[in-house]
């Protein structure tokens, strides 16, 4: 099992950057694919960006951070990274790291491994 843990998310005010960090441990990351997801109170939960965990490393992402949003992975440290910039007060959210089998998926039930989530608060 892998077991993902999340940081990096914090208060940041409106036109500001964050970089989220996804780190994997238990295993490394073998699955075909690491998804970032976000969850606002009230929303469903919804698919932000992926990466595909192999040599092309393909990314795919929602049209909501195209152009501000940038998933990269690091196979050494065993970690992947959500760069958000021009963050607007509606990417408010809790943000979830996933692995899983599938590239691209932007389906939570297609990812079988989460964190516990990272507060991403962006002011107005």
């Known amino acids: 099992q892998v077991q993902l843990a999340e940081s990096g998310g914090g208060l940041v005010q409106a036109g500001g950057s964050l970089r989220l960090s996804c780190a994997a441990s238990g295993r490394t990351f073998s699955s075909y694919a690491v998804g970032w997801f976000r969850q606002a109170p009230g929303k469903e939960r919804e698919f932000v960006a992926a990466v595909k965990w192999t040599a092309d490393t393909k990314t795919y992402y929602a049209d909501s951070v195209k152009g501000r949003g940038t998933i990269s992975r690091d196979t050494a440290k065993n970690t992947v990274a959500l760069q958000m910039n021009s963050l607007k007060p509606e990417d408010t959210a809790v943000y979830y790291c996933?692995?899983?089998?599938?590239?691209?998926?932007?389906?939570?039930?297609?990812?079988?491994?989460w964190g516990q989530g990272t507060q991403v608060s962006v002011s107005s």
């Open positions: 996933a692995a899983g089998t599938r590239f691209p998926s932007v389906r939570p039930n297609e990812y079988p491994f």
